[in-house]
Structures are given as structure tokens and as C-alpha cells.
């Protein structure tokens, strides 16, 4: 198991960004595949996006691509989610999680280890 804990959500208004960050303990970070996922009030916890462990590769849900990306500092054990152009939409509690096995992978199955989750409010 891995101890995440993710940090930067609040509240912003439409049209604003946000910088999501994810401090990762517990196992050698360099090794994790990293993902992002978000649940919104009455809606299950969907995929946003993920990052291989060298960050070399990333994936982003479609809905997402352009506004959304997805970094990572394994000097600093961190994972980040940079939101831009943010909708009311986006509204959610948002989840890092750390990949079983080295999966690269858009499937909550595939994550073994979960943060507490930080809440984002996008206002209108």
C-alpha cells in the first residue's frame, strides 16, 4: 500500500484554474503508475487521467483532453493535476490513486491505493 494525500482543491469561479497535488509515501514512487479520478454528487467515480511512471505517458479521459493535464516529480514524490478553463461541470471530489502492479490503466480496478480525495467547487 501507498499513503496519498491529495491537496489544492477550493473553490473558483467558472473560467479558472486549479492545481491539484497528490504527495505519495509507502512504496517507491518512481515505480507507480498515477492516475487522477473524480466523483461528483450522486455519480460514480470516473476516470480523468493517468500518467506512467516516468511520466512519459499520459492519458486523458476524452471529455477532458485539452483543459486538464497530468504531471508528476519523482524527485518530490508528487503527482499534479492542472485544471484550467474550469466549468461547473467540474465540480467533484477528486481522487489520486496509485496503479496495482505498474498497470497503466483507466479502470478503478486497476488502483490499489486511494487519497482521501480534495473537494473542487466551480461556481457559475
Known amino acids: 500500500q501507498v499513503q496519498l494525500v491529495e491537496s489544492g482543491g477550493g473553490w473558483v469561479q467558472a473560467g479558472g484554474s486549479l492545481r491539484l497535488s497528490c504527495a505519495a509515501s509507502?512504496?517507491?514512487?518512481?515505480?507507480?503508475?498515477m492516475g487522477w479520478f473524480r466523483q461528483a454528487p450522486g455519480q460514480e467515480r470516473m476516470f480523468v487521467a493517468v500518467?506512467?511512471?516516468?511520466?512519459?505517458?499520459?492519458y486523458y479521459s476524452n471529455s477532458l483532453k485539452g483543459r486538464f493535464t497530468i504531471s508528476r516529480d519523482n524527485t518530490m514524490n508528487t503527482v499534479y493535476l492542472q485544471m484550467n478553463s474550469l466549468k461547473p461541470e467540474d465540480t467533484a471530489v477528486y481522487y489520486c490513486?496509485?496503479?496495482?502492479?505498474?498497470?497503466?490503466?483507466?479502470?478503478?480496478?486497476?488502483?490499489?491505493?486511494w487519497g482521501q480525495g480534495t473537494q473542487v467547487t466551480v461556481s457559475s
Open positions: 509507502g512504496r517507491t514512487f518512481s515505480n507507480l503508475v
Open positions: 500518467i506512467s511512471s516516468s511520466g512519459s505517458s499520459t
Open positions: 490513486a496509485a496503479g496495482r502492479s505498474g498497470t497503466y490503466s483507466i479502470r478503478r480496478s486497476d488502483y490499489d491505493s
